[in-house]
């Protein structure tokens, strides 16, 4: 057999001599919005290394980046009746489906990385995977850094709330954005993420928001000309499977599927932080015009109306607590 023929077809050796005589493996379909080459989709692929390298085959996780599988809400509603295994999603897109989710990625509620870090893996973050996993049967594995996100406009330089009326700025479908987007006095369009690149350069929207990175990786920089950095939303992005899914997996796989996540995490987040440094510089030597804003002003207007409308969903006083926690 020629070297060549035989490397590709190690893998499949490889899984038909470590599985026991009719034992099948369990695919796992991961699913996301987000481009191919975006560090998250890349830390999942490492993840499906990982997994497979560590189950001896018993677990294969198959990755479908940019919306392969559907939209963000398709993909959760797949997920939750288990036609769908696993998928990587905004705290907010989730809190379509546990309201209390979305204040996950509330404007203006997170300091830093670190701050985001503790409330999730605390007490707060326990809480919620178990209402999650009684109310949908999802489970939250991990969550990626996503990045902090910042509105880049494509004809209109925004220095002030005030330059936001009547711009008409593309959101995520949920509520969170909306009544953000409302408070700033834009026009809030909501639109699937496969569809902006196209919706820019057509000029179906003015704007949109997103973190540096993924401005980055769909090229959003090559249809707008100014970056405004309002630094308004730090996200978490879930990794959620499907319990049903994760009651078949043993126990020790089970261990090793949370150990590459880790890792997955940890690459992840470094390579977005790693960007965020970087890119600033590289948009402004692509021709983007740079515009710090009054972030005071976008702050206040947010927090004037957004939380008190959420507090019923989020619960009474738990934005204060989180944004209080040490």
Known sequence: MKRGLFLRLLPFFLLYFCLSPGEAALIIRWGDVLPQHSPSINAVKRIAEDVQKGTKGRVIIKVYPAGQLGSSREMIESVIFGSQEMVTEGAANLGQVLPVLSILEAPYLWRDVSHMEKVMNGGIGESMNRSLLEKAGLRILGFFYYGV???????????????????KLRVPEN?????????????????????????????????????????????????????????????????????????????????LIRQAIEKGIAYNNEEILKQERLLIQKFRDSGMKIVEPDIQGFRDAVLKKVPGKFEQKWGEGIFQKILDSN
């Open 149 to 167: 996100r910042h509105v880049p406009t494509t004809s209109r330089e925004v220095r002030s709330v005030k330059d936001m009326k009547g711009l």
């Open 175 to 255: 509520e969170v954005f909306l009544e953000m987007a409302r408070a700033w006095g834009a026009r809030p369009t909501p639109m699937n993420f496969s569809e902006l690149y196209l919706a820019l350069r057509q000029k179906v929207v003015e704007g949109q928001e997103n973190p540096l990175p993924t401005i980055h990786s769909a090229k959003f920089y090559e249809v707008q000309n100014y970056l405004i950095l309002t630094r308004h939303i730090m996200t978490p992005r879930l990794i959620v499977i499907n319990e049903g899914v994760w009651r078949r997996i043993g126990e020790s796989d089970r261990v």
